[in-house]
C-alpha cells in the first residue's frame, strides 16, 4: 500500500460518506453509513449532531485499521450548508440540528430581508440574495425568541464539518464559503449584517481558509495525531472534486439536491443566485436546488421500487412516450426562486401511465428545475456553460444522466469517484499536508473521467415543451400553494 494516504469525509444530509485515497486518486478503502431525518411537525426536518460524529468516528476506525503509524497524511472534511447546530460551553449540542430542508425560521428570515437593502446584498454577496429560512441569522432570531434559555448557553453556532472537526480536534474553526450569507467580498463576517441578531458575533468560528490546518485528531481517537485541514462546505469541495476550476466549466452535483456551480470571474447580479466571493482564485455561480435525488426517493417509497429498479424501467422504456409533468417542489424550492411555499406537483396523468411514466417526468422534472437554475446561473456568469462535470449517487442512473443533457443541452462528463465532495476533501487534505503544490495539481491527477452524455437533437422539442410546462405550471400554482398554506383547519 502506497504512502501517504489521503482521507476525505463527507457529512452528508442522508449519510456519513469517507474513502481512503492513495495520490493518484485510487480508492483504497470506502465507508458508507446512512442516519435518519427527523420530522417531528410539518415544515421542520432535524438530525441529530450525534449521528454524524459516531459514523464519522467509525469511518475513521474502518479507514485507519492496519495501517501504520504515519501512512495518512492528513484528513479533509465537508458537510451539508445551511444545517446548523447551536453548541453549548462543553462542546455538546443543545438541541437537534436544524437542516437545511427546514423552514420553521420562514418569519424571521423575512423580518431580516426586510433590513437589508438591494445595494447592501450586493455589495456583500455580488448578487441580491435573500435572507431565507436556511440562512444562520434567521435561525439565530428564532432561538433568541422561541428558546431564549437555549440562546443564552449557545457557544458556538456551526455547520456540521464544524462541528465534527470541534469534536475530533477540540479547535473551532470555520471555512469562509460555509459561512457565506455571513461574509463578504473581504471573506470577513460583515459586522452590520451580524448586527441584526445581537450577540450573534461572539457564536460565530474564526475562519480560516480550505488547506489551513484546523487542528490534529485527539488522542484516543482513530488517526491520533493526523492533521485535519479546515475543509469546504459542500458545493466548494464538489466544485474541487470534479476539477472544475476554470471559467465557463460547471459542475452538477446530483444527490438529495442537485447543486449546479458555474465558473466565471465576470459578474452581472442576478436574482436568486449564490455568486461566492473569489476563493483560491475561483469564481463560482452556484445554486442549490431543494429535491433532486430526495424526488427519486419520494417515488421509490411510494412505490416500493428501489431507485436502480426505478431507473431501469426508464432505460427499457420508449423515451418519446408523454410522460406526466412533475414540479419537484416537495418541500419548497431554493435557487433559483427561494420559495419555501412551493410545493410538489404531478399532472397529465392518463390510465396508461405506470411506474415507468412516473420516474421519467421525476427524472425530467428535476433536470427542468436545473435548467432554470442554470440560466439564472448564465445570467449571472455572463458567459455560457460548455458542458458539465457531473458527480453525486444520482449521476450513477444512465437514462437520467441522458435526460439532463437532453434537457440543459450541453455534454455531461460523468466521474469515476461520484463522491465527488469526499474526493475534494481528500485533496484539499493533499495540498494542507504539501503532497500536491495547488489545487489544480491535485485536481488533474485525482479527477477521472467515467463517461460521456451527449444530448439527443432528437429530444429537443420534447424537452423545450415540457420545461415552458414547468415553468407555467408553477406561476398558476402559486396562489394554490399560498392558499394551502395560510389554511390552519387540517
Known amino acids: 500500500m502506497m504512502t501517504p494516504l489521503l482521507v476525505g469525509i463527507d457529512v452528508g444530509t442522508t449519510s456519513v460518506k469517507a474513502t481512503l485515497f492513495d495520490d493518484s486518486g485510487t480508492a483504497i478503502r470506502t ?96 448578487a441580491p440574495l435573500p435572507i431565507d429560512a436556511s440562512h ?18 449557545t457557544r458556538w453556532l456551526m455547520a456540521p464539518k464544524d462541528y465534527s472537526i470541534l469534536q475530533l480536534t477540540g479547535e473551532a474553526t470555520a471555512d469562509p464559503m460555509a459561512a457565506f450569507g455571513v461574509i463578504d467580498q473581504s471573506l470577513t463576517y460583515v459586522p452590520r449584517l451580524l448586527d441584526l441578531v445581537p450577540g450573534v458575533a461572539d457564536r460565530l468560528p474564526p475562519l480560516r481558509g480550505f488547506t489551513q490546518t484546523a487542528g490534529r485528531i485527539r488522542s484516543g481517537l482513530p488517526l491520533a495525531g493526523a492533521p485535519m485541514v479546515t475543509g469546504a462546505m459542500d458545493a466548494w469541495a464538489g466544485l474541487i472534486g470534479t476539477g472544475v476550476l476554470r471559467d465557463g466549466e460547471c459542475m452538477y452535483l446530483s444527490g438529495t439536491s ?38 427519486l426517493a419520494w417515488l421509490s417509497n411510494l412505490t416500493g421500487r428501489a431507485p436502480s429498479e426505478l431507473s431501469a424501467l426508464v ?102 469517484t461520484l463522491d465527488a465532495g469526499v474526493l475534494g476533501a481528500a485533496i484539499l487534505a493533499g495540498v494542507g499536508a504539501g503532497r500536491f503544490s495547488s489545487i489544480g495539481e491535485a485536481a488533474n491527477r485525482l479527477v477521472v473521467t467515467d463517461r460521456m452524455f451527449e444530448p439527443d437533437p432528437s429530444r429537443r422539442e420534447r424537452m423545450d415543451f415540457l420545461y415552458g410546462e414547468y415553468r407555467t405550471l408553477y406561476s398558476a400554482l402559486k396562489p394554490f400553494n399560498a392558499a394551502r398554506t395560510a389554511f390552519t383547519a387540517w
Open 258 to 295: 442537485e447543486i449546479v456551480g458555474l465558473v466565471s470571474s465576470l459578474r452581472h447580479p442576478a436574482a436568486g443566485v449564490i455568486a461566492f466571493p473569489t476563493c483560491e482564485g475561483i469564481t463560482m455561480h452556484a445554486g442549490p436546488t431543494q429535491a433532486g435525488g430526495a424526488s
Open 315 to 416: 432505460a427499457a422504456g420508449d423515451p418519446h412516450r408523454p410522460t406526466p409533468l412533475f414540479l419537484p417542489h416537495l418541500q419548497g424550492e431554493r435557487a433559483p426562486i427561494w420559495d419555501i411555499g412551493a410545493r410538489g406537483a404531478c399532472i397529465g396523468l392518463d390510465g396508461s401511465m405506470g411506474p415507468a411514466e412516473l420516474t421519467r417526468a421525476v427524472f425530467e422534472g428535476v433536470a427542468s428545475s436545473v435548467r432554470w437554475l442554470l440560466e439564472a446561473l448564465e445570467a449571472s456568469a455572463g458567459r455560457a456553460a460548455t458542458g458539465f462535470s457531473m458527480a453525486g449517487g444520482g449521476a450513477a442512473s444512465d437514462p437520467w444522466c441522458q435526460i439532463r443533457a437532453d434537457m440543459l443541452g450541453r455534454p455531461i462528463r460523468r466521474l469515476k
Open 136 to 153: 444562520p441569522l434567521a435561525r439565530a432570531l428564532w432561538l433568541q425568541r422561541h428558546h431564549p434559555d437555549l440562546w443564552a448557553r
Open 31 to 126: 465507508f458508507a453509513d446512512p442516519y435518519p431525518m427527523k420530522r417531528p411537525a410539518p415544515g421542520l426536518a432535524e438530525q441529530d449532531p450525534a449521528d454524524w460524529t459516531s459514523r464519522v468516528a467509525a469511518a475513521l476506525r474502518l479507514l485507519s485499521d492496519g495501517l501504520p503509524e504515519g501512512a495518512v497524511a492528513a484528513v479533509g472534511l465537508t458537510s451539508q450548508v445551511n444545517t446548523h447546530v447551536f453548541i453549548g460551553m462543553d462542546g455538546a449540542p443543545l438541541m437537534p440540528a436544524i437542516t437545511w430542508q427546514d423552514g420553521r425560521a420562514g418569519a424571521e428570515a423575512a423580518e431580516l430581508d426586510a433590513l437589508i437593502s438591494a445595494e447592501e446584498r450586493i455589495g456583500w454577496w455580488g
